[in-house]
T-cell receptor, first 112, second 113 residues
Framework: GQSLEQPSEVTAVEGAIVQINCTYQTSGFYGLSWYQQHDGGAPTFLSYNALDGLEETGRFSSFLSRSDSYGYLLLQELQMKDSASYFCAVRDRVSGTYKYIFGTGTRLKVLA | EAGVTQFPSHSVIEKGQTVTLRCDPISGHDNLYWYRRVMGKEIKFLLHFVKESKQDESGMPNNRFLAERTGGTYSTLKVQPAELEDSGVYFC???????????FGSGTRLTVV
């Protein structure tokens, strides 16, 4: 079967650094993505890691360790607008086509 | 470019009724996906179109759900007859072949009462 685990909620203060972890168990693995979703909005693509290591995009970084089936999203210099849900998603392949399997999401609350 | 558009944004229907959700993907995106999120749970895969062909419908819950993609453009997801457990937010996403990121719509919040 396939499963992804991430914390349900994380709280941090403005200006701080927060790390959201994701562990996964899948039959096939082609990459790990992160999506951000504000309440009532569309999930938006943040990052994609196919290989081990850290990818940095501005204040956000994403890390992958395929041997540990583990990844994380690192958010630096937190801002109030970062309050949202963050989903990790594994890129899987079935019948020759790719799709994402999503986790249950982590709700990040940024406090002033 | 215009994003992924979903209609309606909200729908409240009675158990046993029929509802049709529509998704207009980004022009030129061959891949179209339907996902569903039930209260607090994961965003669950329903099915995947490549152009007008269903490539993977392994996530469709049962035969009360019917998805179509006319001419490889917009897609509809029909639920007939709706049951209480069908309530949730239905998301549509599209992507270009070979691209990793999906562009999601804002979803249709379906409530079956």
């Amino acid at each position: 079967g396939q499963s992804l685990e991430q914390p349900s909620e994380v709280t941090a203060v403005e200006g701080a650094i927060v790390q959201i972890n994701c562990t996964y168990q899948t039959s096939g693995f082609y990459g790990l993505s992160w999506y951000q979703q504000h309440d009532g909005g569309a999930p938006t693509f943040l990052s994609y890691n196919a290989l081990d290591g850290l990818e940095e995009t501005g204040r956000f970084s994403s890390f992958l360790s395929r041997s540990d089936s583990y990844g994380y999203l690192l958010l630096q210099e937190l801002q109030m607008k970062d309050s949202a849900s963050y989903f990790c998603a594994v890129r899987d392949r079935v019948s020759g086509t790719y799709k994402y399997i999503f986790g249950t999401g982590t709700r990040l609350k940024v406090l002033a | 470019e215009a994003g992924v558009t979903q209609f309606p944004s909200h729908s409240v229907i009675e158990k046993g009724q029929t509802v049709t959700l529509r998704c207009d993907p980004i022009s030129g995106h061959d891949n179209l996906y339907w996902y569903r999120r039930v209260m607090g749970k994961e965003i669950k895969f329903l099915l995947h179109f490549v152009k007008e062909s269903k490539q993977d419908e392994s996530g469709m819950p049962n035969n009360r759900f019917l998805a179509e993609r006319t001419g490889g453009t917009y897609s509809t997801l029909k639920v007939q007859p709706a049951e209480l457990e069908d309530s949730g937010v239905y998301f549509c996403a599209s992507s270009q072949t070979g691209k990793y990121g999906y562009t999601f719509g804002s979803g249709t919040r379906l409530t079956v009462v």
